[in-house]
């Protein structure tokens, strides 16, 4: 039986999907990393300024216990003021279980302070909530991440390194879950070709539950497969009890124009 | 009674036409003191601009995606000439300048990228020291491709071009904080002031293959928008353009020796917008003064982001500068775009002549007491300087050190060498000369666009076609 939380996904997706087969879009995002597409590992800079995108991520990952879970995230973003961004996610999840929290809305906004120099990196904070609008969803989940990025580069070969590091609260924590945790991700980024991205990151972070944490290794390239649109594909294997033993994600970016 | 009302009526009839003329005529003379804001932000801001949105969007590379694509190329060699510049040791130089040349031509004719660059992927090291110089330029390249995919879009109608350019070039101003000018080359080029500075003319003889690359793009760039002029909305654009593209090879191989200027390439476009073309024509001399400045050897990166950020914002939009948009006449206003000719390789041409007309409005305040020959040795210098390479007889080192040679109690005030410094008496100079030759020319009448063009009238009207022109250039 479906339950309402499953039609506001279904909704949402039948709204964004024709986004994803409209031609009258225009990527020009592609070195702007977000979270996600295809790793977890982010940039320091945002959007451009007053530019509108749609994005898409296909997530699978395979649990400990041997099941596939799978996850399809449609996100808009804006360039709201000059140097920051809204980002507005509906994260529809397909467990073997519950489901709990698919349809749950996420909102979140990112503020650029400065361009980097040549020792002092480039710095964002971003602060987000999730309002449990999903399924089984309790409390409101508020969050905060320092976004930290510096070029690497002496020379023309482009390459850098990206450091986010998130504080996640649980307003509803239970009785075996913590009320705040901590993700935080180291992850390098290096240009092949004008049209290739390779990107490789770390991530360790507390799960809800008491005493589970979870390490995370990922690598995937960003393709810009024509100037609308940017292609993403990545992989991760988790190494430690209580990570994913493997995930694997597909994203894709693109600029809408149609307003 | 009837005596006075004619007399009156006449007068208000001299008056109202004296205004009229004053109008038309109008010398919009540059303000009497130039005033550029001096700012030099230790730490920048990252501030992009997104790009103005309508249906135009991406028509370039759909409808000409091969050209596209060599565009790309192009952006990816100005990306990288940065880091060439300022990271080569002065041993160096005469292997990396052939070894760049050689790989971007390879880029250009063989490995064409899909993607449009941003110069910091291409030239990352000086974007840590210089953001807003990369910022400026990603922005006006993304004007480039909004100007060439509203001509490439055949449901603008072609009387609606201009309205939708016009569009595209208040999106480029009103959006960005330093957009470059849409006042001419000759009056940017007097503000910015850079030929007595150190580093003037140290890309073009240190990097004259990589230099005159760089010539070739500012040719091609124009080519393209003239062919799109000539060729209309229909299957008569992509025939213009593949056939002014054919002549690349030939133009690697026979290169200009001069920055070719908007007015020279396409002046049709120009008709249509002297603001979008100015814009170019900034943009491109940006490109050229940004080389100098990083390949000069004797200041550091923080230096030169002070000098940068100077030239920069001198020759980015000032309050007035539209109204002088259209103070600058085309040479050859019906040139073939699909025609590569020998005036086009010629060190001689717009660019240079503006050069020349500068110096020649400072020679009488730096070198008061110079004799006919030291003022016809200054002018050979300069010459010299303006041609790619070391020249023979030309010591190599900045103009304004080949002058003290020529005029050793050569009068500068002090300071004005220095990063981030001007001289305004010598800009307030060089502009009253431009007031004193072009106030009062005539405003670039607007392109007529109410009629889509055919190539076919305009071989009736006398233009050479292809065939005949590749005779001509054997």
């Known amino acids: ?259 | 009674m009837n005596l006075s009302l004619n007399a009156a009526a006449k007068s208000v009839a001299i008056v109202f036409a004296t205004l009229l003329s004053w109008s038309i005529y109008t010398p919009h003379a540059a303000r009497a003191e130039i005033k550029i804001k001096k700012e030099s932000p230790k730490v920048e801001r990252y501030d992009r601009v997104s790009f103005m949105r309508g249906p135009h969007v991406m028509k370039y590379f759909d409808r000409h995606e091969k050209t596209f694509r060599h565009g790309a190329a192009i952006h990816v060699a100005h990306g990288k000439a940065h880091d060439l510049a300022q990271r080569t040791p002065l041993d160096q130089r005469e292997k990396a300048d052939q070894k760049f040349d050689r790989e971007m031509v390879d880029l250009l004719l063989n490995k064409a990228p899909k993607t449009e660059v941003e110069m910091r992927t291409y030239g990352p090291y000086v974007s840590q020291f210089a953001w807003d110089l990369y910022r400026t330029i990603d922005w006006t390249h993304v004007h480039h491709d909004q100007t060439y995919s509203i001509l490439s879009e055949p449901s603008i109608p072609w009387n609606k071009k201009r309205e939708w350019t016009d569009k595209a070039v208040r999106h480029y101003l009103e959006k960005f904080d330093l957009p470059r000018s849409p006042a001419p080359l000759d009056v940017t080029m007097r503000r910015a002031g850079t030929m007595m500075k150190p580093y003037f003319g140290y890309f073009r003889t240190h990097y004259p293959q990589s230099n005159s690359y760089f010539y070739v793009a500012h040719w091609w760039h124009p080519a393209i928008y003239e062919a799109q002029m000539i060729g209309g909305n229909d299957q008569e654009q992509e025939k213009a353009i593949q056939q002014a593209e054919a002549n690349l090879p030939l133009a690697l191989s026979m290169r200009p020796q001069r920055m070719l200027l908007s007015r020279e390439i396409m002046p049709r476009y120009s008709a249509l917008s002297p603001e979008s073309a100015n814009i170019f024509d900034n943009l491109h001399m940006l490109h050229g003064i940004a080389y100098d400045i990083l390949t000069y050897p004797h200041w550091t990166p923080a230096q030169k982001k002070t000098e940068l950020d100077r030239v920069i914002r001198a020759m980015s939009y000032q309050p007035g500068d539209e109204k002088l948009a259209r103070k600058f006449r085309t040479p050859r206003h019906d040139m073939d775009p699909r025609r590569y000719e020998p005036w086009m390789i010629s060190v001689e041409g717009e660019m240079n002549r503006i050069m020349v007309e500068m110096m020649n409005e400072m020679m009488p305040h730096i070198m008061p007491k110079a004799t006919r020959k030291m003022k016809k040795d200054a002018m050979a210098q300069l010459w010299q300087k303006l041609t790619p390479g070391l020249q023979d007889g030309e010591p190599p080192g900045s103009f304004h050190d080949a002058l003290l040679k020529i005029s050793p109690r050569m009068v500068m005030m002090s300071g004005t060498m220095e990063p981030g410094e001007s001289n305004p008496i010598m800009m307030q100079t060089m502009m009253k000369g431009w007031t004193e030759k072009y106030a009062m020319l005539p405003e670039l009448p607007r392109m007529a666009m109410t009629r889509e063009p055919s190539l076919k009238s305009l071989q009736m009207a006398g233009m050479v076609n292809t065939s005949e022109s590749k005779e001509a250039q054997k």
């Open chain 1, 1 to 259: 039986m479906m339950t309402w939380q499953n039609a506001f996904g279904a909704v949402v997706f039948l709204i964004t999907a024709p986004l994803f087969i409209s031609p009258v879009v225009f990527a020009h995002d592609h070195t702007n990393l977000e979270r996600g597409i295809p790793i977890e590992i982010e940039d320091a800079y945002p959007t451009a300024f007053e530019n509108r995108e749609f994005q898409g991520i296909l997530r699978t990952r395979r649990t400990e216990e041997k099941n596939y879970e799978y996850e399809l995230v449609p996100i808009l973003e804006y360039g709201f003021i000059r140097n920051g961004e809204l980002e507005l996610a509906v994260p529809v999840r397909f467990l073997p279980g519950e489901n709990n929290d698919s349809g749950n809305i996420e909102l979140e906004a990112l503020y650029n302070f400065n361009f980097e120099g040549l020792l002092l990196p480039a710095f964002s904070l971003k602060a987000g909530i999730e309002i449990p609008t999903g399924m089984n969803a309790t409390g409101w989940a508020p969050a905060a991440t320092l976004l930290v990025s510096k070029t690497l580069s002496r020379g023309s070969w482009f390459h850098a390194l990206h450091l986010n590091a998130a504080w996640l609260r649980n307003s509803d924590a239970g009785i075996d879950e913590r009320l705040n945790r901590y993700r935080i991700t180291l992850g390098y980024e290096l240009r092949l070709d004008p049209n290739n991205m390779v990107l490789m990151d770390l991530q360790r972070e507390q799960q809800k539950e008491r005493k589970n944490e979870s390490n995370l290794f990922e690598i995937g390239l960003r393709h810009q497969w024509n100037p609308l649109t940017v292609l993403a594909i990545g992989t991760g294997v988790g190494f430690s009890d209580e990570s994913p033993d493997f995930r694997a994600t597909l994203g894709f970016q693109r600029s809408i124009t149609i307003f």
